[in-house]
Structure formats: structure tokens, C-alpha cells
């Protein structure tokens, strides 16, 4: 079972920029993709981002592209999402997901959100 807890979520004015961060920890952590949901009020669950375990496999939502980054630290079993030009539409609770590299599925059907382990969730608030 892998634990994953997320942190760095907060409250920011339009423009502004926050760093998420993602720390897996467990027994069977090993070599996972890891990517970032978001879930705003009333509506569904979508993705932001993912990568691979070394690095390459990127892929941002339309909505997020040139204005968020993915990273991860292997080192740390971390993984973190620069965000930077905030807009209030990008208020939510990010997820932190992981998937075991043997279980990706691609990412079109990753991008649903029906695969992995999931963290509790940190809220990002854009105030316009």
C-alpha cells in the first residue's frame, strides 16, 4: 500500500504562485507515475498532470499548460507542482495520485482518474 499526503495548499490572489508537494511513503512504493487531480466545487474530479518515474512521460491539461510544472524529487519519493499565474477558475483540492509504472494505462485512460492511490487532498483558494 502506498500512502501519499500532499501539502503546500493555501489561499493566493490571482497571479500569484504556490508549490504543492506530494510525499509517498510505504512499503510498496517503488517505481510509480505520479500525477495531480483537481476537484472544484460541484463539479468532477480532473486531471492536471502527470510523469513517469524517471521524469519523462509528461503530460498537462489544456488548462494548465505554460502556467504549471511537474516535478519529482526520486530521492524524497516526491513529487511537486509549480503553479504559477494563478486564476481563480484553478480554485480546488488537488490529489495527489500514484499509479505502479506495470499499471499505467496510457494517458488518455489515466487522465480519468480510475487508476492508483490517491492522498487526502489540499486546497488551492484564487481569490480574484
Known amino acids: 500500500q502506498v500512502q501519499l499526503v500532499e501539502s503546500g495548499g493555501g489561499l493566493v490572489q490571482a497571479g500569484g504562485s504556490l508549490r504543492l508537494s506530494c510525499a509517498a511513503s510505504g512499503r510498496a512504493f517503488g517505481r510509480f507515475f505520479m500525477g495531480w487531480f483537481r476537484q472544484a466545487p460541484g463539479k468532477e474530479r480532473e486531471f492536471v498532470a502527470v510523469l513517469s518515474w524517471t521524469g519523462g512521460g509528461i503530460g498537462y491539461a489544456d488548462s494548465v499548460k505554460g502556467r504549471f510544472t511537474i516535478s519529482r524529487d526520486n530521492t524524497k519519493n516526491t513529487v511537486y507542482l509549480q503553479m504559477n499565474s494563478l486564476k481563480p477558475e484553478d480554485t480546488a483540492v488537488y490529489y495527489c495520485?500514484?499509479?505502479?509504472?506495470?499499471?499505467?494505462?496510457?494517458?488518455?485512460?489515466?487522465?480519468?482518474?480510475?487508476?492508483?492511490?490517491w492522498g487526502q487532498g489540499t486546497q488551492v483558494t484564487v481569490s480574484s
Open positions: 495520485n500514484a499509479v505502479r509504472d506495470s499499471d499505467y494505462p496510457g494517458r488518455s485512460a489515466y487522465s480519468r482518474g480510475d487508476f492508483g492511490s
